[in-house]
């Protein structure tokens, strides 16, 4: 009898899927060029959303998971799943990006890196300090024999029968630059998004210039559910991807990484033209 193993994700990229989802991308941004009339607001919304996706896809997989045998002390990284912990850093970047968004786009995506980066940095910072002195455990990689940052060596510190422990410093880092490139492409989203609204809105509810303001809260509300909700998909794609724990970027599980951003380029490009026809028609 012959046993197959269950599929886990695996390493390489498959020609047929990437194919298709490419050919999705394409398909949906031609639709968009011809329908909304070329280069103009929408379809620069459109484009935005795509890389913003991307970038969250990317993102995740710098931050270090090691979900319940990290609790036990048997797998370096913080003790939970990759999509909630990205999805904490991404709204935690949203808000930031959030109440930045009058003082234009560039403020806007930066203070959103920076909240979502903020976010993790607390985050490795506690988890450090339960694992140091509240289960006694020191921060040894089992995927690298030294540090890829700092160089220190990480064998002498690992116990027997684990996969190491703790939070490395790259492991650290790693969190940091995840949480900012997620905070990056969840506010990249929110804003492209924001702007088609207050565009298009005023006219779908047949409000009079004078009275176009009227539609911002609407036009938040609508924005912040859409790229909380493109950013939990992109976030469920990645973690697919690494299937498991991971330590970071110096994890091999990490050269995962451009299946998972062709998937979230397509992920998103469906998603977002579904999220910008609800005021574009």
Not at 50 to 71: T, Y
Not at 197 to 217: F, H
Not at 234 to 239: D, S
Not at 247 to 262: S, V, W, Y
């Amino acid at each position: 009898m012959t046993v197959t193993p269950k599929p886990t994700g695996g390493v390489g990229m498959n020609p047929v899927a990437n194919a298709l989802s490419i050919v999705l991308l394409i398909a949906i941004i031609g639709a968009a060029w011809i329908l909304f009339g070329g280069y103009t607001l929408i379809f620069k919304a459109l484009i935005a959303v795509i890389l913003g996706g991307a970038l969250v896809g990317f993102g995740v997989h710098f931050v270090p998971v090691g979900g319940a045998p990290a609790a036990m002390g048997q797998s370096p990284g913080i003790a939970t799943g990759v999509a909630m912990l990205a999805a904490g850093a991404g709204l935690a970047g949203l808000f930031g990006g959030a109440f930045a968004v009058p003082l234009g786009l560039l403020t806007s995506v930066i203070a959103g890196g920076i909240g979502g980066a903020l976010m993790m940095a607390i985050t490795c910072l506690f988890v450090t300090l339960i694992y140091t002195y509240g289960m006694g455990i020191p921060s040894a990689s089992g995927k690298v024999k030294v540090d890829p940052i700092t160089g220190d060596t990480q064998a002498e510190y690992k116990s027997q029968g684990t996969e190491g422990h703790g939070l490395p410093f790259s492991s650290f880092a790693g969190g940091v630059i995840g949480g900012f490139l997620g905070g990056l492409g969840g506010t990249l989203i929110y804003y492209a998004l924001l702007k088609v609204y207050e565009a298009k809105l005023p006219a779908i509810l047949g409000l009079s210039a004078s009275q176009a303001s009227a539609v911002v809260p609407v036009a938040v509300s609508l924005a912040g559910i859409f790229a909380i909700g493109m950013f939990l998909v992109n976030a469920v794609l990645a973690a697919y991807n690494i299937t498991g724990t991971t330590e970071g970027f110096h994890d091999p599980k990490f050269a995962r990484f451009p299946r998972a951003i062709i998937a979230t380029l397509a992920a998103s490009a469906v998603c977002g033209i579904v999220a910008i026809l609800v005021a574009a028609l």
